[in-house]
């Protein structure tokens, strides 16, 4: 029912690839809490790091009333940084965040809708899709200490330095779910706005998911490849 690839509760999962899975959720029991375990195609979190992961091609397929979302990430505490969440899908009308839901774990007024406390930073969330328009990418919740920041998603409209811009990834991927067709999601070089438009707040990790330095030119990109410019050749006449 919670995450099909990884369900998360404590400590760190970093430089993965959690791909082409596939969630089923359902209504769950009589009373409250009751929804709690749905969500999160890729990876289900109740605690714990996500760092420099790509979260692609996941699906959350819940029933009505499963409400959690999240095709690739549906996270009610922890910290998600530097992942790039891209084609993923949740297929119900009740369930937001196509890539990513930030949102509590629990039905309206139980305890733990208070205690939400998850944490999006430098990540980059595009080209997902849910049936809920206004959250193809992002649905963040007003409950709890909810926070993205330093992101990359058309959803993001407010928050602290996100931006709607689009990444401008070398090669764009097509469609959702099991049907997506992979792009190549490092940064392009032709002025991609992720590049050093992050915060090394919480960054952890010393290598992208490339292997190379996380902070190659000083300030820490957005998403889970760090841009490398590319090489050139130096010629010399005499």
Known sequence: ????GICLMNGTVENCRITYNDAAGTYGQTGAP????????????QGGTLESCLVMGNRFNGVA??????????????RIINCTIVGNQTTDLNQPGGGLSLRKHASAGAPE??????????????????PVATSSNVFLSTNGSLSASYSCSPDLTG???????????VLMGSQYGASHVAGNYRLFSGGSPCVNAGT????????????????????????????VAPGGTVFIAH
Request: charged fraction near 10%; proline fraction near 1%.
């Open 159 to 169: 928050g602290v330095a996100n931006i709607t811009s689009a990444p401008l990834f």
């Open 113 to 130: 809708e208070q205690a939400c406390s998850a944490i999006a930073q430098n990540c980059i969330v595009v080209g997902n899709s849910s």
């Open 34 to 45: 009751w929804h709690w375990q749905n969500g999160g195609g890729g990876v289900w979190m």
């Open 1 to 4: 029912q919670a995450g099909a």
């Open 200 to 227: 090394s707040q919480y960054v952890t990790v010393a290598f992208d998911l490339d292997g190379l330095a996380r902070k190659k030119y000083g300030i820490v990109d957005m998403g889970a490849f760090e841009y």
């Open 65 to 78: 009333g499963s409400l959690n979302g999240g095709g690739g990430v549906s996270a009610n505490a922890g």
